[in-house]
């Protein structure tokens, strides 16, 4: 059976009987994969304390085609995200992350996600406290995207009518973004008023400066991202870590 070697983020990590671990690995070269890492619980073991979840490095892996669960066989750490772990909104953020990943990422090559998750990770780590928020907007908005469910905002997502760029904006959650007139009256949609849009094209486009946003417009973005989040990948599925990102515990202790 080949071994296969690839940088790797881990996603989640489940005792399995008294000594090895289950975890679920963004790999940049096989999409999400699961492995079993034999012994990983005791004293001497080779893993260290290298499994833990939002931990990078370079994971081995016996793979077998069609098999679900892999032997993993070394996981040589090239970072752990201690900054993450400090500060509960950061982590709770980067557990979001980690669990949009898990849950709706392939089996399958996806360089392109993996990427995004590794320098959100460092984004979030390093950023100042006063940006934090509006960078979670961006880096989640960012991970739905490149999983292939990008939201419109430049076109009706119906009939492909070019939008105005400037006033209110009529957004469909269950159509996946932005409707001309004649399709919101017909559909109904959520009515995004000028400045609200503003920012949330600025949260799409990577290049652009993060909007300031007051409590009242962070909520309401959390609670747009949350909703698009739940209907186009959620399909019903329960989401901790979005749902203790939406609760925000920390604010109230």
Known sequence: ????????????????????????????????????????????????????????????????????????????????????????????????????????????????????LQRALAELESSPGSSVEPLAFRLLWELVSVLGFAPSVDACVIDGAPLSPEGALPFSTRDGGALCTTCAVQRGATQLPDQDRADLVALLDPTASLPALDPRHKAAHRRLLARYIQYHLGEGANLPALEFWMDRPWEAA
Do not use: W
């Not at 073991?45 to 032997?71: C, H, I, T, Y």
């Not at 709770?92 to 898990?102: D, H, R």
């Open 1 to 116: 059976m080949p071994l296969a070697s690839t940088p790797a983020i881990v996603l989640s990590a489940l005792r399995y009987s008294e000594t090895s671990k289950i975890v679920r690995l963004a790999t940049r070269d096989y999409g999400v994969q699961s492995g079993i890492a034999k012994g990983a619980l005791r004293p001497k073991s080779r893993f260290g304390g290298s499994l833990q979840v939002l931990s990078e490095g370079q994971a081995q892996m016996v793979m077998k085609e069609g098999r679900e669960l892999n032997l993993l066989t070394a996981f040589d750490l090239r970072r752990l995200h201690v900054g993450l772990a400090a500060d509960l909104e950061r982590y709770a953020i980067a557990c979001a992350l980690a669990e949009v990943m898990l849950r709706f990422a392939s089996p399958d090559p996806q360089p392109d996600s993996f990427e995004v």
